[in-house]
C-alpha cells in the first residue's frame, strides 16, 4: 500500500471527529505528551472502532506508526 492509499484509508477510518496533530516540539518541550504517546494511544483504542474490511489496512497503517 503506497503512502497516498494509507492516508485515503486512514482518513475513512477516522473521519468522523478527524483531528491532524501538527508541530509537536513545543508542547514535548513543555510537558505534554509526544507523537510517540499518540500513536500508542490510537494503536491501543482505534482497532476497537474499525470495521472488519479495514483491518488489514489498519494494521499497515499500525506498522508505519511505531
Same mark, same amino acid.
Given at each position: 500500500m503506497n503512502p497516498h492509499e494509507i492516508k485515503?484509508?486512514?482518513?475513512t477510518i477516522l473521519g468522523d471527529g478527524l483531528v491532524g496533530v501538527v508541530g509537536c516540539g513545543r508542547s514535548s518541550a513543555? #510537558?505534554?505528551? #509526544?507523537?510517540? +504517546?499518540?500513536?500508542?494511544?490510537l494503536i491501543s483504542s482505534v482497532p476497537y472502532h474499525v470495521p472488519?474490511?479495514?483491518?488489514?489496512?489498519?494494521? +499497515?497503517?499500525e506498522y508505519t506508526m511505531l
Open positions: 485515503k484509508q486512514t482518513q513543555e #510537558g505534554l505528551p #509526544g507523537m510517540y +504517546d499518540l500513536a500508542e494511544h472488519t474490511e479495514a483491518k488489514k489496512p489498519w494494521a +499497515d497503517i
